[in-house]
């Protein structure tokens, strides 16, 4: 019984902060912009990417993750820029950019696939070796990401709820026209929520390559886990999908222990389902997005 | 030279000629006023002197000595050009606060984080809204609050021209008599004012100046006495000169 629980319990954590560190991104850029990003999945596939390229240049670890994070920082700002600020403004906006984002993401897997080749690669463990808690192995690297994901994610409350840039982020999610006439550069900020959001989709891949190989093609599951996460918590904000992610990930821990891996996607699906049916706008949102 | 120059601006939405060739001019510590009709152009004439959602078609906007119909929205904005909303928009998630410390933080470079506050703050006491009010979200704000913390959020941006879109609409006779007295006060600081109101009686009380729009175009421009007894006036708001009487 107690294995049970542990089992469960880690599981759960894991997961859930996995799905968090996924989603956050992709919530971040509907709740400030209101489109979906669906390159998000392989801006996680880049910064692993990077990240292991960097590490293969023989450039220390702990400066490999930053640096990864702010390359991809500029790898978002840069696709803001190319395939969704000449989109803004335009009827049918969200579809429009599922499209060009797809494009893009197409070009970025694809472009992964000639430098990087086909073969799997694997990053390095954040902290190497296994340990036992309450009598289950695990290992180092899970129990760092579920240490480091809140961190992650409070540091980010912290500045959109504490700094007078995430003020202005909070402000344009509410309302573009009032934030131009204030004064806020929108386009700017549009910018800085993609690159804040590629950032934290390289973290999230540099998780995953430190416990799974790495393919050009590993960002589409991520992605497809992020939607889910996103749509289950909620679109009004970004507090949502953070508890939902964690929500998901115990949901799937319970049961992949009682039903099996197998039973465990149907399942998940069965749930969504069922509460968008009860609640539309998500387990946690409302019908107005805002970043809180 | 005056502070705000529109030269014969023109937006059209497909066949809808919205805005036809209107001109005026706004002299410094000026309240000038405009008035017209349902679908007169007033709101299309704000929005294309701002930028936001869109410029003109056609025509020029000088504001202190500044082309400014090709600028976006926020450099327009921190020149020191400021708008309230017919509608009572402001940030329904943010506190009172925040609205009001966005505006005083963004609309003006080089202001320090407690001047920025500070601005914040006496922008909060211009317009009167309690300071225990600052915790609370503007959703929560009744009507007349909301239009209030608009005023403050445009106080803030110490704006050298503010653009006030209908202050009055939804508003009972005692606010719209303290509205009066508010926008007395702010034209007091220094502040010029372009008022889009409906309610003539509030344009007649405010405006040194008043302008009548109809089907886009410039009706009347002159004395606010004069105007509103020209009978062109009359006839674009009553219908018939009969209907008037």
Not at chain 1, 49 to 60: G, K, M, V
Not at chain 1, 263 to 280: C, G, K
Not at chain 2, 184 to 208: A, C, D, P
Request: aromatic fraction near 8%; charged fraction near 15%.
């Amino acid at each position: 019984m107690m294995d049970a629980a542990s089992q469960i319990l880690f599981g759960g954590l894991f997961q859930g902060s996995l799905y968090a560190m996924m989603a956050v991104g992709l919530a971040l850029i509907w709740t400030t912009i209101g489109v979906f990003n669906f390159s998000h999945g392989v801006m996680m596939m880049l910064g692993a990417y990077i990240a292991w390229q960097l590490n293969a240049w023989s450039i220390p670890y702990f400066i490999v993750l930053p640096l990864a994070m702010i390359i991809m920082a500029g790898a978002g700002w840069l696709l803001q820029a190319s395939v969704v600020r000449p989109m803004i403004g335009r009827p049918n906006i969200v579809l429009v950019v599922v499209i060009t984002t797809l494009a893009a993401a197409s070009l970025i897997e694809n472009g992964a696939l000639e430098i990087w080749g086909p073969r799997s690669k694997q990053l390095p463990t954040l902290i190497a070796g296994n340990t036992e808690i309450f009598g289950i192995g695990v290992s180092l690297h899970q129990i760092a990401i579920i240490v480091i994901t809140p961190i992650i994610l409070l540091a980010l409350w912290l500045f959109l709820n504490r700094t007078r840039l995430g003020l202005a982020l909070r402000a344009v999610a509410q309302n573009e026209d009032a934030s131009l006439l204030v004064g806020l550069n929108v386009t700017a900020l549009y910018g800085l929520a993609f690159a804040i959001a590629a950032a934290l989709a390289a973290l999230a891949g540099i998780f995953m390559g430190g416990y799974r190989f790495m393919s050009p093609v590993m960002g589409a599951d991520p992605l497809l886990k992020a939607l889910i996460v996103v749509v289950f918590g909620g679109l009004s904000n970004i507090s949502g999908p953070i508890f939902a992610a964690y929500l998901i990930g115990f949901f799937e821990a319970i049961c992949s222990y009682y039903f099996g891996l197998y039973w465990t996607p149907a399942l998940l699906f069965a749930v969504l389902i069922l509460m968008l049916m009860v609640r539309p706008e998500g387990l946690f949102g409302s019908r107005a997005r805002g970043l809180a | 030279m005056p502070l705000l120059d529109v030269e014969n601006v023109s937006k059209a939405f497909g066949s809808l000629r919205a805005l036809d060739n209107v001109s005026f001019r706004v002299e410094p510590g000026e309240i000038f006023g405009i008035a017209g009709p349902n679908g007169s152009g007033k709101s299309t004439l704000f929005n294309t002197i701002t930028g936001i959602p869109f410029g003109p078609d056609r025509g020029r906007i000088i504001f202190d000595g500044v082309d400014i119909h090709r600028k976006a929205g926020h450099e327009i904005a921190r020149l020191g050009l400021a708008r309230t909303f017919q509608r009572e928009t402001s940030f329904d998630k943010l506190t009172v606060f925040e609205n009001v410390l966005i505006s005083a933080t963004y609309s003006k470079a080089n202001r320090s984080p407690e001047e920025q506050r500070r601005n914040a703050v006496e922008a909060l006491d211009v317009v009167g809204l309690p300071r225990s009010s600052q915790g609370r979200l503007a959703e929560e704000l009744s009507v007349f609050d909301r239009k209030c913390l608009m005023l403050a959020t445009a106080v803030a941006m110490q704006p050298r021209l503010l653009l006030l879109d209908e202050p009055a609409s939804g508003l009972t006779k005692p606010e719209i008599e303290t509205s009066i007295e508010l926008i007395r006060r702010i034209s007091g600081l220094g502040v010029t004012i372009l008022l889009i109101e409906h309610v003539l009686t509030f344009l007649m009380s405010l405006s040194q100046h008043l302008l009548v729009l109809n089907q886009g175009q410039v009706l009347a421009l002159g004395d606010p006495r004069s105007i509103i007894a020209d009978p062109r006036v009359v006839e674009a708001y009553l219908g018939t000169r009969k209907a008037a009487v």
